[in-house]
């Protein structure tokens, strides 16, 4: 069977709307859960991968987030009393951002949380057999882009460059 234009447009179209309804789902979930955001997870937990502390600008590496997006979203979690700004030497432009005791304990609570809503919302619409054909051609499809490599680095909450390659400033809600 020959593919239509129609076909490999309903695929991609299904597939960005798939993927933002998702996102924005358990973004609701995790706020209503544990009151912290999907971005804000996703900084929680890279911090914890690193041990609890990081320098803002390898931060934003981590979460793709702009210089500006990780000033606004460390500011909203400083305020909220789960990372703290701390200033390693002299240099006043120099800063990191510290996992506190709170933080630690929102992620306790978020991982579960995140991870009982994806289990739940693939496994009710979709077979063992789906989800692995479905994360077999979202493999491909990043293998095919060059960016499977950056997304195995930013689970296992290493450094990565594809952020440099993306060329694009606000990534991540910057």
Known sequence: MELTKHDWMLAWVSLVHAS????????????????????????????????????????????????????????????????ERVRPGPDRRVTSAKLTTAGRATLDRSRPTLMTWVEANLRDHLSDAQVISLQDSLQALLEGHGRWEGQMRHLLGEPHEDFDRLGVEDIGGG
């Open 20 to 83: 933002t309804y998702m996102i924005s789902e358990l973004d609701r979930h995790l706020r209503d859960e544990v009151g912290i955001s999907l971005p804000e997870h996703d900084l929680l937990s890279q911090l914890d991968k690193v041990g609890g502390e990081v320098m803002l600008s390898e931060l934003a590496r981590r979460v793709y987030l702009s210089k500006a997006g990780m000033t606004k979203m460390v500011d909203r979690l400083e305020r909220a009393g789960q990372v």
